[in-house]
């Protein structure tokens, strides 16, 4: 399983959101960091097809993701930040409902329902109106919608944002169970969640790829004269020098 983004371009007017970006990914965890602008959303959007590219490829195992259409779509999974999630349903209806979307019908609807409510330990409130969770619980929710279909190619936008550190860890670990024999693209302002779970780091600025690595290596890879004060380096250490203005 493979997903490789080549060249991949997209402008807005004379702003160039990506900037001939390639990269490949297989399973794993991917951390995507960069400063607002970067060029994550317009990244993610694309791949989902969300956004039409102005030129470069997708390619899911070697075939461009617009030729596959449906096929494509059958094996992602996308997790939107917490915005728009219908909050008088409840989290079977809601679920349902976006499973309905993606073509998932009958007995099968229900099975893969059931089955994702229970992965991300909501069966026990399905009945409940999603605007009474708790935020932990509301990103559950979303994070149930994009398992559906059980999808090799997971993004993640934001899943920890507006969490309490209990509910943060609580959706990390899960994000951490969620990606064996899976890819999954996680994009986050949180660096210590991606410097908990992630495989390798997408470092971004400006739509350009800066770094691609291990958070050990990034790590190591800083100057020996960047001497953080009070504490040992981190990937927060990673950001500053090579993101910081």
């Known amino acids: 399983m493979k997903l490789e983004l080549r060249e991949l371009t997209k402008r807005y007017g004379d702003l160039t959101a990506l900037d ?4 490949t990914f297989e399973p794993g965890i991917y951390g995507i960091l960069g400063a607002n602008g970067a ?24 075939r461009d993701i617009l030729e ?3 096929e494509f779509r059958a094996v992602l999974g996308y997790m939107p930040q917490q915005q728009g999630i219908y909050e008088r349903m409840t989290a079977e209806s ?15 609807l229900r099975r893969q329902v059931d089955d994702v409510l ?9 009945h409940k109106a999603v605007g009474q969770f708790s935020g932990g619980m509301k990103q559950r929710a979303l994070l149930a919608q994009a398992l559906l279909g059980d999808p090799k190619v997971l993004i993640l936008d934001e899943p920890t944002a507006g969490l309490d ?5 609580r959706i990390r670990e899960f994000i951490s169970e969620l990606a064996k024999d899976r890819i999954v ?19 971004m600025k400006k739509g350009k790829l800066i770094k691609f690595d291990t958070p050990e290596n990034l ?21 500053m020098y090579f993101l910081g203005d």
Not at 118 to 126: A, C, E, I, Q
Not at 193 to 201: G, L, P, R, T, Y
Not at 219 to 232: C, F, K, M, N, R
């Open 185 to 203: 693209l996680l994009a986050t302002h949180i660096v210590t969640d991606i410097e908990s779970i992630a495989d390798k780091v997408i470092l």
């Open 39 to 62: 060029g994550k959303s317009t990244m993610m959007n694309l791949i989902t097809d969300n956004l039409k590219r102005d030129s470069g490829e997708i390619l899911y195992d070697g």
């Open 165 to 169: 550190p209990r509910e943060r860890i």
């Open 219 to 239: 790590i190591a890879s800083l100057p020996e004269d960047w001497q953080p004060v009070a504490h040992y380096p981190s990937l927060e250490d990673v950001y």
């Open 68 to 70: 596959m259409g449906d």
């Open 118 to 126: 229970k992965l991300t330990n909501l069966d026990n409130v399905r």
């Open 20 to 23: 001939s970006f390639t990269l």
């Open 94 to 108: 809601f679920v349902s409902y976006i499973g309905r979307l993606k073509g998932i019908k009958g007995k099968e």
